[in-house]
């Protein structure tokens, strides 16, 4: 699987959209890319995932570019309960998979 | 729901215990996985079992063994505990085929002193 790089800490004010960049220059064409977040304490939970299209659902939206080495997530208008750490990883398509989570990004939502 | 269930939530042991971490997801998931999370390193994956009856090495696999007793549940073992051990437990499962995010438990603190 690709490995992922991400900016190690955001900041972003309350009811602004936060944008949380992600790096994936050896994508691959089969790999798709997930968002999980992280809040402290809890188990990741689920965000959004894309192969080529921009993604969009309840949580957020997911924009890669058109070459797929990169991808954003977007919150359209951040909450104070947004603060985590967001983890942007790959994944092939394949009768089996495993993922190997990086260190994220901790997104701070400042009142 | 309850989608993916660990116990126990805490734990405390002494050095050279043992002790199984228990995992069961009820939403017909065939792959399930072990993470564990120490303070600024994010989720290491210790073990990983693709389907029912399969299992395989993650990142960090040693001290541990696991057992996939049927397509529900995943079993982690830490035969003689250390205290580098000491972490959070997560256990994860996804449809394992095509695309598909993951659903994680609410993690088992362990401390081992």
């Known amino acids: 699987d690709a490995k992922t790089t991400q900016p190690p800490s955001m900041d972003c004010a309350e009811g602004r959209a936060a944008n949380l960049p992600c790096n994936h220059s050896t994508i691959s064409g089969n790999e798709y890319v997930y968002w999980y977040r992280q809040i402290h304490s809890q188990g990741p939970q689920y965000i959004i995932h894309?192969?080529?299209n921009n993604e969009t659902n309840e949580m957020a939206s997911l924009i890669i570019t058109e070459d797929r080495k990169s991808s954003t997530l977007i919150l359209p208008h951040a909450t104070l309960r947004d603060t985590a750490v967001y983890y942007c990883?790959?994944?092939?398509?394949?009768?089996?998979?495993?993922?190997?989570f990086g260190p994220g990004t901790s997104l701070s939502v400042i009142p | 729901n309850a989608g993916v269930t660990q116990t126990p939530k805490f734990q405390v042991l002494k050095t050279g215990q043992s002790m199984t971490l228990q995992c069961a997801q009820d939403m017909n998931h065939n792959s399930m996985y072990w993470y564990r999370q120490d303070p600024g390193m994010g989720l290491r994956l210790i073990y990983y079992?693709?389907?029912?009856?399969?299992?395989d090495k993650g990142e960090v696999p040693n001290g541990y063994n696991v057992s996939r007793l049927n397509k529900r549940e995943f079993s982690l073992r830490l035969e003689s505990a250390a205290p580098s051990q000491t972490s959070v437990y997560f256990c994860?499962?996804?449809?394992?085929?095509?695309?598909?995010?993951?659903?994680f438990g609410s993690g088992t603190r362990l401390t081992v002193v």
């Open positions: 990883i790959v994944r092939a398509e394949a009768s089996y998979d495993k993922v190997i």
């Open positions: 994860a499962s996804s449809i394992g085929q095509r695309s598909g995010g993951y659903t």
């Open positions: 079992s693709a389907s029912e009856g399969t299992t």
């Open positions: 894309g192969l080529k």
